[in-house]
């Protein structure tokens, strides 16, 4: 069989599990945002609701542009959509009711019309689970890509460049 193959139908490469790591070994500048894992994100067991994950992971962006000054909301009420091309997580630990979690945003790739997020979720310096967000900055009015902001551009580049 050829190299970085397996034997799924197509022969697809075979997915390589990501291993976790420590907070410690995220750059210290990079923006974390604290949150409790509350009742109403978990099933019956107590354990977080996978797609409460998923929403977590979109409010750690939201904060993350907050917290740089950027007037996100304001941008989506002018008619610019900020939503997700694709979204993926992997998850190494479960997370329970009320776990302090912290969600350390790094931002991967800048593009014209979108930005790839790497969002690393940690209780205490366990990573619990890692997400990969990728935005597209749409019109509203359209449903097209288009550019993103200059604003949003600069906080995302000058940020990439901190994290390094």
Partial sequence: MASGSDSRAGGAPARTRARPIGRGQLPSRAFAAGRQVRFGDCDPAGIVYTP?????????????????????????????????ARVECEFFRPGFMGDDLTYTVIVERIGCASAEFTIHAHRDQDEVMRGNLVMVATSLATHRAEPLPPAMRSILTTYQDLCR
């Fill in 52 to 84: 409460r994950f998923v929403d977590r992971l979109c409010c750690a962006v939201e904060d993350f542009f907050l917290a740089q000054g950027l007037d996100y909301h304001g941008l989506i009420r002018g008619g610019l959509g900020l939503g997700y």
